[in-house]
């Protein structure tokens, strides 16, 4: 079928599905070996490179035997193919198969038509030497409007980089970095959020075993009163790696090829769309998925992200829950007030509070001079921890009334979240209450008509820290952003990222 102007062959092929990009195309990118180049990672020019073409006849490893960019020399079965090249061919046949034919995504568009294509028309895989600067990357070459073919540049022998074996290297990256290949026939102007973190979760999906996803996912749980498309500033973001595990839910909530028919909404055209964006797609996504809304969805990620670590419970959330570290939860001091919050778009507030002694609490969000704009938006769960399980959630059903118990007899914890669950606009701003009843009564007539007093309850997980004095309203980003990004060229998988991943032993909370 046709596509964006992209041929696409039918079921049923020999090989892989790979479109072609057609002419007229943008100026292709010089490659690694194209002589006098200036890529920051390339081969010199004195370099021998030589290739070598996977098995199932997708992929062509470009690689030298000496100097600097040399691959380790092992040789095991002697047919003059260096083993590690060998590895490096074989991993990305198994993640393209896996892509294509379990997840169900279209391979990579092919660079055929492209006159600095390697070769032919096959994923080219370039291993040079990062010299601990990365573990490598992949870059588009040349588009067809948002939709592009590239190729790979990796590390050529991981030597010092600390991995245990260079088969793991080599099945992080292919898995990761080829998906961004993935990403590039679909849309290559979605963000880092939507990028990275489906990036994350391919790789976790085509292998559970490797590592990464269980380190990346810190960077949502330590942040989740951000705003769930804004990116952290900075050259290598935490947070959209993190978000890894907002897809891990839609899989899992929702069924599997859930982020399969994100990426499909993301084509320019597709639902009578012209350019759609993947964070404005997920409430028609969840309405034609299971009946649910973006709301109603956000609402059970928060609550899911309760049940890791100690608390897992795969029956109430994540089927591997307790290998996830715990999300960030505010300690606060029993009972809580803040008269005025602030509660970003998209994101979640988690404030923890020991019943000592109450036999029943709860908690009441409201605007304190009665603007209903306040609280737009707001939905609350009650979540009450008896050692390592959590009672049901109770989500308020009244925000402001302060009537609605749990019960914390012998509890160690109440957890409040307080969730915004609008994808756009001003922070929300209500007032908090938390305790016994009769203490909220008091809090909720204290502060009746205070309205715009700020933060007298000490409050501060909605506190910005790109914006610590609140001047900005705009998601937990001091630049705000649209969530796109239109740069081609895509930094380093960096190594510290995923050196420290072998080793890391998960945070208790």
């Not at 973001?237 to 028919?261: C, N, Q, W």
Request: overall charge negative.
């Amino acid at each position: 079928m046709a596509l964006l102007g992209v041929l696409v062959t039918g079921c049923g092929s020999d090989g892989a599905d790979v479109g072609t990009l057609p002419s007229p195309w943008e100026e292709a990118l010089v490659r690694p070996d194209t002589p006098g180049n200036t890529l920051l990672f390339n081969f010199e020019p004195s370099d021998v490179v030589v290739t070598h073409g996977s098995t199932g006849g997708h992929f062509l490893v470009h690689y030298t035997t000496d100097g600097v960019n040399a691959v380790p020399s092992a040789d095991q079965n002697t047919n003059s193919v260096p083993d590690f090249v060998e590895d490096v061919a074989d991993v990305y046949d198994e993640v393209l198969a896996y892509y294509q034919g379990t997840l169900g995504f279209r391979a990579p568009l092919s660079d055929e038509n492209i006159t600095d294509n390697g070769g032919d028309g096959r994923f080219d895989v370039y291993l040079v030497d990062f010299n601990g600067m990365g573990d490598g990357n992949y870059q588009n070459d040349s588009c067809t409007g948002q939709v592009c073919a590239g190729y790979m540049v990796q590390e050529n022998d991981f030597a010092g980089y600390g991995y245990p074996t260079t088969t793991m290297a080599n099945r992080i990256l292919g898995s990761h970095e080829f998906f961004h290949a993935v990403q590039a026939g679909y849309d290559t102007e979605q963000g880092s959020v939507m990028a990275e973190g489906t990036a994350v979760w391919a790789t976790e999906s085509f292998d559970g075993t490797l590592p990464d996803f269980e380190y990346f996912i810190d960077g949502y749980f330590d942040n989740p009163d951000r705003s769930l498309d804004v990116p952290m500033p900075g050259p290598v973001d935490p947070f959209s790696y993190g978000s890894a595990i907002f897809f891990k839910f839609l899989e899992e909530r929702f069924g599997a090829g859930t982020v399969l028919d994100l990426w499909e909404r993301c084509e320019n055209g597709a639902n009578g769309v012209a350019d759609p964006v993947w964070f404005q797609e997920l409430d028609s996504l969840l309405s034609d998925a299971d009946d649910s809304s973006f709301a109603a969805g956000f609402v059970e990620f928060a609550g899911y992200n309760l049940l890791t670590d100690d608390y897992a419970d795969p029956a109430r959330s994540y089927a591997n829950g307790d290998d996830y570290p715990a999300v960030a939860i505010e300690p606060t001091a029993t009972p809580y007030v803040d008269e005025k919050m602030r509660v970003f778009y998209a994101s979640t507030q988690y404030y923890g509070l020991i019943p000592d002694g109450r036999a029943a609490m709860t908690a009441a969000v409201f605007s304190p001079d009665g603007d209903p704009a306040d609280t737009e938006g707001i939905s609350t769960l009650l979540a009450v921890r008896r050692g390592t399980s959590y009672d049901p959630f109770v989500q308020l059903t009244d925000l402001a009334a302060g009537s609605e118990t749990v019960d914390t007899s012998g509890a160690d914890l109440l957890v409040v979240a307080v969730i915004n669950t609008l994808q756009e606009g001003d922070s929300r701003r209500p007032a908090l209450c938390i305790g016994s009843p009769e203490e909220v009564e008091v809090c909720r007539t204290n502060l009746a008509g205070v309205g715009g007093a700020g933060g007298a309850g000490g409050g501060g997980a909605g506190i910005d820290p790109d914006d610590p004095d609140g001047t900005d309203d705009s998601g937990g980003c001091g630049c705000r952003v649209t969530g796109r990004s239109t740069e081609d060229v895509r930094l380093p998988f960096l190594l510290g990222l995923l050196a420290l991943a072998l080793g890391r032993r998960r945070r208790r909370h």
